[in-house]
């Protein structure tokens, strides 16, 4: 019986090409995709008919019949059927949280390696019917005779067959994810331009990635995308000021709203898959791994009743973690902060350099501190890749991974990233990774 805890390493991760809503992968299930990104682990990393201790996967936006939507997805790919599988749901924070999940079990002992997963298709968001319809469609499933199921059918209105559209706001106030971000945008001051350079740099980054080569073993071609469809290389200044702002529009208390389709992510169809191990069964197994997850800290921020950005709950995560670790911002060789809107990331990064939210919020003597801009976001983030809610988390964990490897091995010293991820409903999700690179 293993007693002690004992460290989990990502050994490296497939993704989609991520598809904009609509796009590549419009006609495309989830199953589908989750199959595929799982797939593609499986050749490259030679796991034809094995059986791995667990894996851990999600959807956001999911269908009532894929309820066994990770499961279902590991029985189409060549893994021996015994894997078992667990689905989870954290909003944009799922994928971390099952790299999260399967590096616990690692931990403990329980299993010696999993993947850690998730997809989701804002194409084929499910479409809820009224409750009046869903209640009556019930009872006719129960009616036993003609006269009773006449009964059933004589209760439907018209207005009972108007379908749900999908949500797309936050249930306990209304507003988007958008709409609340510019009202915390707005409170720190954040400027168009800084976001449009964000987005820019996004952009440029990813484009460069691709370019050198960085993502040839982290990304499968499917459906005819060779890269991430939002991907806009010729993206400018220019055309970015040129966009209208979408969110905040109606809020009267925003005098000039800035948040664009340029500097918002788009909606996305996507998958992605990582690989976790012990260090045994990677030898075993005969593969190096690129990183060690050394912890992961979570947070949420009182949005409902207290005067926090919905996508605030980060700033306090990641203190809290680094504290843990005798570690500050200087400390870190890399950093991912997901991209939700260029705004998430300039409004999380002032938080960190203001006095006052280090006193007053985070209960330290001042600022908690600064980030390097040239160790954030090197290779893109999800501006330019596209943000297919729960794929993210592995999509982060795998690249930068792979980075944190590469720079360890050319310096010849240990490298940090953090891996930071805000979610609806308040909540956040962080996560440290070191690598040797040996
Ligand atoms: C979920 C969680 O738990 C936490 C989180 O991550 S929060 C984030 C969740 N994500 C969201 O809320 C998604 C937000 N995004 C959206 O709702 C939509 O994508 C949006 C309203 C922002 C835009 O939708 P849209 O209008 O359909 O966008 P789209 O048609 O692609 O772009 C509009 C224009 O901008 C242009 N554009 C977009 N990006 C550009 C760029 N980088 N450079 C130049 N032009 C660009 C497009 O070309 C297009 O121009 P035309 O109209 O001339 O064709």
Redesign the pocket.
Known sequence: MPSAVRDAYVLGGNRLPFA??GGAYAGVSEQDMLTAALEGLVARFGLQGAQLGEVAGGA?LKLAGDLNLTRESVLGTPLDARTPAIDMS????TGLETVTHVSNRIRLGQIEAGVACGVDS?SDAPIEVSVRLRRLLHRLSRARTAVQRAQVISGLRPGDLAPLPPR?SEPRTGL???DH?AVTNAHWGITREAQDEL??AS?RNLAAAYGAGLLDDLVTGYRGLGRDE?L?P???ME??A??KP??GTSNPAIAEPT?????????SDGASSVLVASRQWAEENGHAPLARIVDTRIAAVDYVHGDEGL?MAPAYAVPALLDAHGLGLEDLDLIEI?E??AS?VLTTLAAWESEEFGRERLGRQGAFGSVDRSRLNIAGS???AG?P?AA?GGRIVATLSKLLHAQAKQKGKVQRGLVS?????G?GSVLLLESDGK
């Open positions: 904009r809503s956001v954290k909003a944009c924070a804002a797309n988007s994810m958008g971000q987005a820019l952009h939002n806009r010729d993206s400018s055309k970015l040129k966009l979408v969110f948040m664009t389709a340029g500097n918002s992510t788009p909606l996508l997901h939700a809107f998430t999800s501006l330019a943000h809610f993210t991820v805000c979610a609806a409903g909540q």
